[in-house]
């Protein structure tokens, strides 16, 4: 089950059960997963993997952003197996700073743990896209 680490702004989650609609995130410096996902149903959908860098990775998001119009976000951050945290803790943080900041919305970290080896052993096509689902679906039945 997913720890739900934090969320910007920390008030969010008064409004969670209004929220019905979320964007998720598999961070990446090359690669980032995305998922989009309905409270109701407690389920998550694969888009594209953003492989664009700089500026070109906002625009991406920022499309995606308005193509699906979430109530928040979610960004998972992974985590050595014991729990401490490593560089791309770090990063995936910042990323998640970074989603608030530019868009406004509430943005919720979660622990991704073992995503990626989950979504290899299921056999998905594109880990990142399946990593950002199962970070979505973690949290939808988590919180909500």
Not at 20 to 33: P, Y
Not at 88 to 102: D, S
Request: proline share 6%; glycine share 8%; hydrophobic share 40%.
């Amino acid at each position: 089950m997913a720890d739900i680490v934090q969320s910007h702004p920390p008030t969010a989650t008064e409004h969670l059960a209004q929220w019905t609609q979320f964007l998720a995130f598999d961070f990446g410096e090359k690669r980032t997963g995305v998922a989009v996902g309905n409270r109701l149903t407690q389920t998550a959908t694969p888009q594209p993997t953003v492989t664009a860098a700089g500026d070109g990775k906002w625009l991406s998001i920022g499309t995606l952003i308005k193509e699906w119009q979430p109530h928040a976000l979610v960004v998972g951050v992974p985590f050595h197996p014991d729990g401490a945290a490593h560089d791309n803790t770090a990063r995936a943080q910042k990323f998640a700073r970074q989603l608030h900041g530019r868009y406004g919305l509430p943005v919720f970290e979660v622990d991704e743990r073992y995503t990626t080896t989950e979504a290899h052993a299921l056999g998905a096509k594109d880990a990142d896209a399946a990593s950002a689902c199962l970070i979505l679906e973690q949290f939808l039945r988590s919180v909500l």
